[in-house]
């Protein structure tokens, strides 16, 4: 079992920057595949981030094209913790933030993943 605690999420106008924290429980951490993903009022949960275990040497980070450029995902293995760096936020950025993980195959699909974290607002006002 492994347990996923995300912090860091708050209220911030349009323009501005947040970083999202996920805490992980366990000693597997740094073999593990993790991810974000969002979901806004009405709508379904979205992929937003992931990245690769690192195997001891490079990891590979991936990001939904309404993130590209603006997000950036890492992760700290000495930690347990993965992190989610949010710049210049959008409204549409708008949404509760989940960390997720691991994951096998495509790191689109929310269903592949194995433990979930509760969430975090993120509200971005314009």
């Known amino acids: 079992q492994v347990q996923l605690v995300e912090s860091g999420g708050g209220l911030v106008q349009a323009g501005g920057s947040l970083r999202l924290s996920c805490a992980a429980s366990g000693r597997a951490f740094s073999s593990y595949a993790m991810g974000w993903f969002r979901q806004a009022p009405g709508k379904e949960r979205e992929f937003v981030a992931a990245i690769s275990w690192s195997g001891g040497s490079t990891y590979y980070a991936y990001y939904a094209d309404s993130v590209k450029g603006r997000f950036t995902i890492s992760r700290n293995d000495a930690n347990n913790t993965m992190y989610l760096r949010m710049n210049s936020l959008k409204p549409a950025d708008t949404a509760v933030y989940y960390c997720?993980?691991?994951?096998?195959?495509?790191?689109?699909?929310?269903?592949?993943?194995?433990?979930w974290g509760q969430g975090t607002q993120v509200t971005v006002s314009s």
């Open positions: 997720a993980g691991p994951y096998y195959g495509n790191y689109r699909l929310a269903s592949n993943y194995r433990y």
